[in-house]
Each structure stands twice: as structure tokens, then as C-alpha cells.
């Protein structure tokens, strides 16, 4: 079984001090990482890697030419082949058209399990795991804090759920993971390691390359638009209730204070629960067709 990770480059947001304004975080001369949750997924990748579970493990980006950094970073840490989707078409791609473009790179590959972070420290949107797993029409379990694979066909894992409580599933193969921070300690790469890992080499797709036209990839194929950026509000420090049991008030720190609000069910199958949210979500003024 080969294992494909997905992996970001962002933005080192410990040297994000301020947001000049736009839509956009315009900062180039800030330091890219890996994004965290992403590295998390390499090291969970290279470790089944080791214990004979996989076969292969394919870091793939979509980015910039800097992307390589963050896909040597990759290959140092265990990753076998590294691909860098990058074209200045992809300019402007919302998770949507970034989705499209990683999809249809990962569906010429053969693997059994996708790994990726539950979501970027950058945009915090995780969406992207979403669509990519519709598209290449698999099944997708986000906030994996646990796994276990131990055959080709089926993964068994721990879900995060609100509070501390977890969620115990079990899913058919291939499918695609979202991985938490806390899933596993990604291992600390050596500038030996990353000096032998620039000796691979890393394979270009470009937006012909991958088959696709530019109705499908940057602003034209993106389906949502950021109007503004701002800094988040400081939160207000949460004291759990005194008088309830020690659990209880492990679980409301776990929340962060936030009580549990009454909310309706919505049933059926995938398009009939779908068009009864997009009708409820109509009715409330939070979409508009």
C-alpha cells in the first residue's frame, strides 16, 4: 500500500505580527514552514512506512517554486517522492480549485491511504481534505487523534469529538484522513538528512501537465472570495463551575465554556441532506443563490 501526504507551505505565523490590509497576507519576507498539521501526517506516513505497513509515501504540494523546501523538509523526514504542483495559474485557487488540482495529480498515482493536516494555521478553513476525498470519491474522517492500520483494506481510528469525548470508526480502504496535532511528535530532521534529500529529485506539474484548463484552477475555478482579513479578537479567559464534578469540568474547559445549543437533525442521504441544508441555510439569510 503507497501512502499519498498533502502538504502546505505557510506562512511562520509566530512572525506574524500584523495584517497590512486586503484580502491577501502579504508577507514576504517572512519565514515558510510546514505547516503542523501536515507534518504530523508525514511522520505518521514514514512511520507505517517502518513498520511495513506501506510500501511508498508520496509528499505532494501545491505551491510556489519555494514549495520545494517544504517537500525537502518531507523526503527528509522518510517520504520516498515528492511532487510540486506549480503553475502561475494556481495564483488565487480558494480550497476548491486547490482541491481540483491536488485530486487530479493524486488520482494518476496508486495508493491506499491519504494522509493530510485537518487543516492549515494559515487559512483555518479545512476544507480541502473535504473536497479532494469527494472527488476522487472515497470516504473522508477528519480530527484523527489515533490510528491503526493493520491490513490493505480497513483503518481503524480515534475522532476527536467535543469535549473529551472520542469516536471510535472504522474505515474501508483507500480513503482520505485528517490528521490532528496531536496524533503523533513529528521527528527532528537533521541538516545532514535535508542536504541528502535535496539530492532527489522533485517532480513540476504544471496546469497543462496535470490536464486541466484555467476555468478550473486559481481566481476563475475558485467558488468563494475573501473581502477582508483582520486580527482575531483576544479571548476572554474561561473558569470552569466550582461546584461541578472533576469531569465535568475537564469537559467544559475542553469546550472552552461554550453550552450546548438545540439544533436540528438533518437525515437522508448525502444529496437529500444536502439540499435540506442548503434550504435551511437559505430560509436563515446565511446563503444567497
Known amino acids: 500500500m503507497n501512502i499519498v501526504v498533502c502538504v502546505k507551505q505557510v506562512v511562520d505565523t509566530e512572525h ?55 517537500l525537502y523538509r518531507c523526503l527528509a523526514m522518510g517520504a520516498d517522492r515528492a511532487l510540486l504542483l506549480c503553475d502561475p495559474a494556481f495564483e488565487g485557487s480558494d480550497s476548491h480549485a486547490t482541491a481540483v488540482v491536488l485530486a487530479k495529480a493524486i488520482s494518476a498515482l496508486d495508493y491506499g491511504l491519504i494522509l493530510c493536516g485537518q487543516k492549515a494555521f494559515d487559512t483555518e478553513a479545512g476544507q480541502v481534505g473535504y473536497y479532494i476525498a469527494e472527488m476522487l470519491a472515497i470516504p473522508i474522517i477528519s480530527g484523527v487523534v489515533k490510528m491503526d492500520v493493520r491490513s490493505d483494506e ?16 472504522e474505515a474501508s480502504l483507500p480513503a482520505l484522513l485528517g490528521v490532528g496535532p496531536v496524533l503523533n511528535e513529528p521527528r527532528y530532521v537533521s541538516l545532514r538528512a535535508i542536504s541528502r534529500a535535496k539530492r532527489k529529485e522533485i517532480k513540476h506539474y504544471n496546469m497543462k501537465g496535470l490536464g486541466l484548463s484555467s476555468g478550473d484552477v486559481g481566481q476563475r475555478g475558485a467558488k468563494t472570495k475573501v473581502t477582508s482579513l483582520s486580527r482575531p479578537r483576544p479571548k476572554k479567559i474561561f473558569v470552569p463551575d466550582s461546584s461541578l464534578s472533576a469531569m465535568e469540568r475537564l469537559m467544559q474547559v475542553e469546550s472552552g465554556g461554550l453550552e450546548e445549543k438545540e439544533g436540528n437533525i438533518i437525515t437522508g442521504s448525502p444529496q437529500e441532506a444536502a439540499s435540506k441544508l442548503v434550504q435551511v441555510l437559505i430560509s436563515r439569510k446565511a446563503l444567497r443563490i
Open 16 to 70: 506574524l505580527t500584523k495584517i497590512a490590509g486586503g484580502n491577501t497576507i502579504d508577507a514576504p519576507d517572512l519565514p515558510r514552514v510546514v505547516n503542523t498539521c501536515d507534518l504530523v501526517a508525514v511522520e505518521e506516513a514514514t512511520q507505517l512506512k517502518e513498520k511495513g505497513i506501506a510500501d511508498e509515501v508520496i509528499a505532494v504540494s501545491m505551491g510556489p517554486p519555494s514549495a520545494e523546501d517544504a
Open 154 to 169: 480497513k483503518v481503524r481510528l480515534h475522532r476527536k469529538l467535543k469535549g473529551a469525548y472520542r469516536e471510535l470508526l
